[in-house]
């Protein structure tokens, strides 16, 4: 899952449109027969395409820069055995490879939907700015899954609330 478009993405949208408070961000069903999960996400929130061929769901809170990113990726594993603390290391290196400096602020190990996995946040630091990211692994039957939240440092609080509501709707049939 290449971290390093949507790292990009985030680094020139320059991050000042407020996401709200999470508890005021209505949420709608969202469903797709290509997806492995189901999920209510931001309403008015749109669709982005970041070009790395990543399966899943892409949106952005705005429809031009500034704008709030959010990612709901998976990789089928078929039948590969998956080690997460592997998979944060290629996500960390591809970040890295961007021209970014990461800090690890915090990890956990947490289950949305009945799949369990590890959560990290990080700060990211670039020559054009800084961001807040969070990133979660999960480790399914079928499938690796990385959903990623980034934002400002200033919207980060609000943003993230709004992402676990978001996680908290999660259904791997």
């Known amino acids: 899952m290449n971290s390093s478009a949507f790292l990009v993405a985030a680094l020139t949208a320059g991050m000042a449109v407020s996401v709200g408070t999470a508890g005021?961000?209505?949420?709608?069903?969202?469903?797709?027969?290509?997806?492995?999960?189901?999920?209510?996400?931001?309403?008015?929130?749109?669709?982005?395409?970041?070009?790395?061929?990543?399966?899943?769901?892409?949106?952005?809170?705005?429809?031009?820069?500034?704008?709030?990113?959010?990612?709901?990726?998976?990789?089928?594993?078929n039948g590969a055995a998956i080690n997460l603390t592997t998979e944060f290391g290629k996500f960390e290196s591809g970040v890295k490879a961007s021209g970014a400096s990461l800090k690890q602020t915090a990890s956990r190990q947490v289950r949305y939907g009945g799949v369990g996995g590890t959560e990290r946040e990080y700060t990211v630091s670039h020559p054009q700015g800084q961001l807040r990211?969070?990133?979660?692994?999960?480790?399914?039957?079928?499938?690796?899954?990385?959903?990623?939240?980034?934002?400002?440092?200033?919207?980060?609080?609000?943003?993230?609330?709004?992402?676990s509501k978001v996680l908290a709707t999660l259904r791997f049939p």
Request: hydrophobic share 50%; glycine share 8%.
């Open 24 to 77: 005021a961000q209505k949420l709608v069903a969202f469903s797709d027969p290509k997806l492995p999960f189901q999920v209510s996400l931001p309403a008015g929130w749109l669709g982005a395409d970041f070009g790395d061929g990543a399966s899943g769901v892409s949106l952005v809170s705005a429809k031009a820069p500034p704008a709030t990113l959010m990612r709901l990726l998976f990789t089928p594993k």
């Open 133 to 163: 990211m969070r990133v979660w692994f999960g480790n399914g039957a079928k499938n690796l899954y990385s959903f990623q939240l980034t934002d400002s440092p200033a919207r980060y609080a609000a943003a993230t609330a709004l992402f």
